[in-house]
């Protein structure tokens, strides 16, 4: 007896969804949606893959069953969960409620806890796609990597591309300058306590141990999108 699946395909900022059907396995189909996006396509989650990047959905195996009953199931959980992405007709353009509620910068910064691990950042990531002249905007080059080439662990393919202004893959990338008076966190490597700083200078002055004036070690930690440590702690801009 022939097998296939029915997988689910989420985007995690909107909710939005789409029941798919496959005899290949879901991750190759998952694939597939990817390139289909990258070539333009019109559909509803190929515009939002394009919109949202790639790591804002989550695929998930619904069910295995007989292939002659594919259609079958695959509509049971189309109605189920009433899934936008399956209507071609869905406008994805139309305006989303806004889900984060807004709240008035109020930081206090320096050394202290908040226990808030916050969301790890990196040097920010700005590209064009060169066929097309769509601009994007990635909050590090891990999620440019997976954007462009598939693959988040080629982060350092596209910072070499945006230093030497190589060609990457079909897009034009650059590193987004940063001045000197954005706000940084640190980050303890151990118990993921964030604390904040006005400046990069700012965290100088109150690192712990001898006083020092050297911020290298600091922007070095910067650019590596926490992948380096200083005085016991990951960096990163907010």
Known sequence: MSQGEIYLIINQQTGHKFVGQTTRG????????????????????????RKYNTHTFRIKQLEECDTKLLDERQQYWIDKYKSEYNDDTFNTDEEVEELIEVK??????????????????????????????????????????????????KNSFILTCAR???????????IEGRGKNVPIAAINKITWQEHHFKCIQDAVKQLPGKPTTNRSGIIRCLKSGLRYT?????????
């Open 164 to 174: 030497k202004g190589y060609h990457c893959q079909g897009y034009r990338v650059k």
């Open 26 to 49: 879901m991750n190759k189909d998952w694939a597939d949606h990817i390139l289909e996006s990258r070539k333009m396509s019109p559909l509803p989650l190929h515009k939002d893959i």
């Open 104 to 153: 008035e910068d109020k930081k206090d910064y320096g050394f202290y806890d908040i226990n808030n691990r916050g969301k790890f950042g990196g040097t920010k990531i700005k590209g064009i796609e060169l066929k097309t002249g769509m601009l994007y905007e990635w909050d590090n080059a891990m999620d440019a990597a997976e954007h462009i080439c598939g693959d988040r662990n």
């Open 230 to 238: 200083y005085k016991g702690y990951m960096w990163k801009y907010l």
